[in-house]
């Protein structure tokens, strides 16, 4: 019997998605590593900053999305579940699916050393809820909204050399 | 299309007349170059003219993952010849090899037949790693590095664009050895290594290393080249003595001494923390060069102290608890000492260090509730001092208003401007983000941070065709809302092109949804600065809107 059944697009609020063919190929291994400065840094005030940067996939192109940032976060220790950073994606009327702007910068000194989990929530502005069981990341589904979400491990170690390594996905930055 | 254009372009494209175009006016339609004025070139059915004032640019194109196609960077494009800029991508090479241990062979890298390295008598090299570093990278803070590891068998493999590639092979821990350099091109096809790492062809280089007549223990002791790459397998002096293993020579180096751990270090015989020295060479030249006895004494360390306080925000007086308290020396004797600790749940926070000055700064979660960092506070460090109390501020609230392109132009731009401010590294802590809004009808952002230096970049919604914006200001401590000075988005140049590749056993082709970065490299020379971006549609297409200055990014 002919069935006819609703596209995915007829979705109250489309979910976003993360296009993992259009993440930098420098950010997909398992685990990427992140060093802190060295004495040489330390003198000459250089870093290297860890950039994540998600490109977010979303067939709505006005919806108003906003990506969410997180370090270590577990819902035991209430600390962790605040949000680093968050980044607006407002929409607009022009027929773009793909945006950028889901970035974070990662200060290897601000971390101890060891392994750490950044996870980036992505889900309509509007769709995000109060919530005590998820906090800062809920949204609500009942609604019809749904968040997309990633995590990169990162492995914070002291610099093996006087200058810490200067090679993607991290970079040294020294002040002009 | 009207008829009477249809006719118009039609005599236009038999006569080879040109359709003038001014910079600032709506593209005029074409169908090939001859209609287009000279400097302009048709694009897509538009004549695309060149930039007025942004010159050269540097791209990097990277086509997606599961592309058999590599990165491409490109430098010195000239958007004053034209703002049309195709790029070819090349397939990804593959690279296999094995490493072995080959005796007294030496070290070596044959190209072609990799199997001849791995014959009888020379073991395979398991766990090796081996590190592909972009010899020459256009882009300066972007250096690819691709990382492989050898198999059981000693056998390896990857996938590289092709370029002229340094090569670094680390043997297992395991095994002592040093790590081995090459300088490889990967421009063929199949590309097959063969790499012999030395067993015998090595030698040791001894030493002892004091501090003040005091023998250093648990030190970590390295050599290094000139550009900081290690040269052996770091050690852990005991009793002040170190054995390096070096490839034989040795080549030129440095000994960099510093923590035997990541917290500071432990020296057993002169107490906690190890400071990092300086690398240094023999006395008056700048490197080793032989392998004689290394003395060497650093100097006399001051004692070690407790630097300990507490940390609070300065309106409730409530202890800060998880605050990062970081502390950096400044006696710039050729050694330095950084610590840093997390403030316990009652605020307070206790740092090893060496008496002396220093540079102290706790920093409580960039959460824009949270206090403010407290900003550099100077130090000085004696056994059994005072106790240092912290009091962070509240974070500084500001607005600002982003404004269109155009000489005298004040209109406001409209909503949906994202804005991401970045505080720039002091000399205690690094960079920290702000917390800021998109603007809104009337083109006010919001932003809540730390006072400080920041860097703000700007991201106008697609649909308004505009140039990223990148601008540095200062936020200042206040109470209330301050207001930021008003900031002008940059007139535009769209950069057109294709992006197209042949993959292994296909014919040429355009690329889709490849992403396409512009960047300008800035004074330094060393860093760049993002200028735009774009994916190409299913054609290959792509176009990026880039700020049209002769200087992006460097607008204080």
């Known amino acids: ?176 | 299309m009207s008829r009477a254009v249809v006719s118009l372009l039609a005599v236009c494209a038999f006569s080879g007349c040109a359709l003038r175009q001014g910079r600032t006016d709506a593209p005029a339609p074409c169908s090939s170059n001859n209609q287009c004025d000279p400097s302009y070139v048709c694009f897509l059915g538009e004549c695309r003219g060149s930039s007025a004032s942004l010159s050269q640019v540097v791209v990097e194109i990277r086509p997606p993952n599961d592309s058999p196609l590599g990165v491409l960077q490109r430098a010195n494009i000239d958007l004053h010849a034209s703002a049309v800029v195709n790029f070819q991508l090349q397939p990804l090479l593959d690279v296999k090899g094995v490493v072995v241990e080959a005796g007294d062979a030496g070290f070596g890298l044959d190209t072609g037949d990799a199997g001849t390295v791995a014959g009888a008598g020379t073991p395979a090299l398991p766990g090796a790693t081996l590190t592909f570093t972009d010899h020459a990278p256009a882009i300066p803070d972007r250096v690819h590095k691709i990382t492989t590891r050898s198999d059981a068998t000693g056998t390896f493999g990857a996938r590289l664009p092709v370029a002229t590639w340094d090569l670094v092979v680390q043997a297992a821990d395991s095994t002592g050895l040093p790590p081995f350099s090459a300088l490889e091109a990967v421009q063929g096809a199949g590309v097959s290594l063969g790499l012999r790492v030395p067993s015998v062809q090595l030698q040791t280089v001894a030493g002892s290393i004091a501090a003040g007549g005091v023998p250093i223990s648990g030190a970590s002791v390295s050599a290094i080249d000139r550009t900081g790459e290690p040269l052996a397998v770091p050690v852990t002096s005991v009793d002040g003595g170190f054995v390096l293993v070096l490839p034989l020579g040795p080549p030129p180096f440095r000994l960099q001494i510093g923590p035997g751990d990541s917290d500071g270090g432990v020296a057993a015989a002169l107490g906690d923390p190890l400071p990092s020295f300086l690398p240094f060479g023999p006395p008056n030249a700048s490197e080793f060069s032989t392998a004689a006895l290394i003395v060497k004494d650093l100097g006399a360390l001051p004692v070690g102290a407790v630097l300990q306080g507490t940390v609070t925000a300065s309106t409730s007086g409530l202890p800060i608890p998880a605050a990062r308290v970081s502390a950096v020396s400044t006696d710039g004797n050729g050694w330095i000492i950084s610590r840093s600790t997390v403030a316990g749940a009652d605020g307070s926070f206790s740092l090893q260090v060496r008496a002396g000055h220093y540079l102290v700064e706790a920093a409580p979660d960039a959460a824009a509730d949270q206090p403010a960092a407290s900003g550099e506070i100077e130090v000085t460090v004696v056994p059994g001092g005072p106790a240092l109390h912290i009091a962070c501020n509240p974070k500084t609230r500001a607005f600002g208003l982003l404004v269109l392109p155009g000489n005298g132009n004040n209109k406001a731009v409209g909503e949906g401007y994202q804005v991401t401010a970045t505080r720039l590294p002091d000399r205690v802590i690094s960079s920290r983000a702000a917390f800021t809004t998109a603007t809104d009808s009337a083109g006010i952002f919001h932003l809540v941070g730390d006072a400080g230096r920041y860097r703000l970049e700007i991201v106008p919604p697609h649909a308004a065709s505009l140039p990223r914006k990148t601008v540095q200001l200062q936020l200042e401590s206040a109470a209330g809302e301050i207001s930021l000075p008003a900031i002008q988005i940059s007139p535009p140049v769209v950069v057109y092109g294709t992006v197209h590749g042949q993959a292994p056993g296909g014919s040429d082709a355009p690329v889709a949804n490849a992403t396409v970065d512009f960047f300008a490299i800035d004074a330094s020379g060393k860093a760049t600065v993002m200028l735009g971006t774009g994916v190409t549609d299913a054609s290959g297409h792509y176009s990026v809107v880039l700020p049209d200055v002769p200087q992006p990014g460097l607008v204080p």
Request: with cysteine; aromatic share 6%.
């Open chain 1, 1 to 176: 019997m002919p069935q006819s059944v609703d596209p995915l697009t007829t979705r109250l609020h489309q979910p976003p998605r993360i296009p993992l063919a259009s993440i930098d190929v420098n950010l997909l291994p398992p685990v990427l590593m992140a060093f802190q400065k060295g004495p040489s840094d330390l003198l000459q005030h250089c870093s290297c900053p860890l950039k994540l940067a998600l490109p977010v996939e979303e067939d709505d192109t006005s919806a108003d999305l906003e990506a969410r940032w997180f370090i270590d976060y577990d819902t035991s220790n209430f600390s962790s579940t605040g949000i680093v950073l968050t980044n607006p994606l407002p929409g607009s009327l022009a027929n773009v699916t793909i945006r950028s702007g889901a970035a974070f910068t990662v200060e290897p000194d601000s971390l101890a050393t060891g392994l750490h989990v950044i996870d980036m929530v992505v889900a309509e502005q509007t769709g995000f809820v109060a919530s005590s069981t998820l906090p800062n990341r809920a949204v609500r589904n009942s609604d019809g909204y749904q968040a997309a979400e990633y995590r990169f491990v990162i492995d914070v170690r002291a610099s093996p050399n006087p200058s810490c390594p200067d090679a993607l996905p991290a970079g040294r930055t020294c002040p002009l």
